[in-house]
């Protein structure tokens, strides 16, 4: 009998397939995580503003309205991939200037709520009820919307179509909207998605695109989000491992399963929802990538050796086959005395970056304004940072911390409280070296 999970919904025996997920808790707990962002191009959508698409929501079928597809449909494939391994994505419709698809039934003028394509598949019909019509909105030929009403006037938009018009309602078999066009893309797009993103909570970016002028200005984005403003997040970009930093985890491969093609760039979204909803304490070193079958771009072992060395994201098999992240790693490669190889191994970075969020979260919603820059004010703000300190050795996301890994003493200004704290973040087991031998 066939069963198991489902990764789409594409199988070829009956049986029953069964995903079980966890419903996820709110972010701003040690250790949770699991909200991607991604600027993309779509058929349906508002534009200029951020759509929340949950992981359930491709299966429910509630991502129809949003983004104009389901899991059923295979124009949702980078968003399934995304939605792998993470909760909640940010999407923002990267293209402008779409065109509306629309329809005139007499005196009785229909638009699609969103510019695209996708509105050239609503259809309106109204249908004789009486004395009454009943005017109906189907997408792909299911119904979405009936109101029953005596005249135009009465009509009210729904989730699909506004309408527009005055006097009486003609009775109509079904019309199609027409002339739904694609919108275009500009760097001035770009810029405004990424200042939007300035004002949102999210874990991992990611940008799903040939176009070789975006990384270097995401890379610029991102220094400038983690080292300035203190906001602790990476993105994934496709092919540019030349940034060399650990908020920029670059891939250039991508893997074909039984029934799909997940391009290069398509990984990217892989990548950044991994990436997202890995838990702080969670590696994705040999994390299994389901249904895969084979590697696009795959590199004999020796040029993989060479490659993960550059700082890329790489894919490898196990030796039993089975296609696996061959390393957690960003584009870091620059090592210093200051910042060595650990900066380049993500878990790495998702401890530190737990910590750096967390103290911040903390400091800003406890202490400014509320607790005194004296020795027991201090001492209270230590307290807080043992216990963060003992919630992530208990988790083993650090090792042997003991509180006199931290000191808080009074910084240069009365209102100064300077902080140094020594931590020893936990490494998946990766490499074995053993030696048999025989008596």
């Known amino acids: 009998m066939a069963g198991g999970n489902f990764l789409t919904m594409n199988k070829k025996l ?12 709110a972010v701003g707990t040690i250790g949770e995580r699991g909200i991607a962002t991604m600027p993309l191009a779509l058929e349906w959508g508002p534009e200029g503003e951020i759509i929340e698409l949950f992981s359930t929501d491709l299966e ?26 993470c909760y909640k994505l940010l999407i923002w419709r990267i293209d402008k200037g779409s065109t509306k698809a629309s329809a005139e039934l007499g005196g009785l003028t229909v638009t699609a709520k969103y510019g695209g394509q996708k509105g050239n598949l609503l259809q309106v019909a109204v249908l004789e009820n009486g004395t009454t019509f009943d005017v109906v909105t189907y997408f792909e030929q299911t119904e ?5 009403v005596d005249k135009i006037s009465d009509l009210t ?27 275009t893309i500009t760097a001035q797009d770009y810029s405004a998605y990424l200042d939007a993103m300035k004002l949102c909570t999210w874990n991992t970016m990611g940008i799903p695109s040939e176009d070789k002028t975006l990384p270097p200005l995401i890379t610029s984005y991102i220094k400038g989000l983690r080292d300035e403003q203190g906001k602790k997040v990476q993105a994934v970009v496709y092919d540019y491992n030349a940034a060399d930093h650990e908020g920029i985890i670059s891939c250039k491969q991508g ?9 290069p760039v398509t990984f990217v979204a892989w990548v950044t929802g991994a990436t997202a909803g890995a838990n702080v304490n969670e590696s994705l ?8 079958t084979a590697i696009i771009g795959d590199l004999p072992e020796n040029e993989l050796e060479e490659e993960i060395q550059k700082g890329w994201f790489l894919l490898g098999k196990r030796v039993d086959g089975v296609i696996v992240v061959l390393d957690d790693l960003n584009t870091f490669v620059s090592y210093t005395a200051e910042k060595d190889v650990d ?23 406890m202490f400014i304004g509320k607790v005194d820059n004296t020795d027991t004010g201090r001492d209270i703000f230590k307290s807080q940072l043992i216990a963060n300190f003992a919630a992530l050795q208990n988790i083993s996301a650090i090792t042997q911390f003991v509180p006199d890994d931290i000191e808080v003493l009074a910084g240069s200004g009365k209102a ?3 902080v140094s704290a020594y931590i020893q973040p936990v490494d998946c087991m990766k490499k074995l070296y053993m030696t048999i031998f025989e008596r």
């Open 416 to 418: 100064d409280v300077k």
């Open 255 to 263: 893997y074909q399963t039984e029934n799909e093609t997940i391009s």
């Open 144 to 148: 979405k919307d009936r109101q029953t």
């Open 14 to 25: 009956p049986g029953a397939y069964i995903n079980f997920k966890s419903v996820p808790n």
């Open 157 to 183: 938009a729904n989730a699909w179509v506004d309408f527009a018009g005055t006097g009486a309602l003609a009775a109509s078999a079904g019309t199609y909207l027409k002339g739904g066009a694609s919108g």
């Open 285 to 292: 070193c040999y994390k299994i990538l389901e249904g895969a």
């Open 60 to 85: 429910d079928g509630s991502s129809l309205e949003k983004v104009g597809t389901t899991a059923f449909y295979e124009d949702s494939l980078i968003l399934r991939e995304c939605l792998k391994h």
């Open 343 to 365: 900066f380049a191994n993500n878990r790495v970075i998702r401890v530190l970056d737990e910590i750096g969020l967390t103290t911040q979260l903390q400091f800003e919603k």
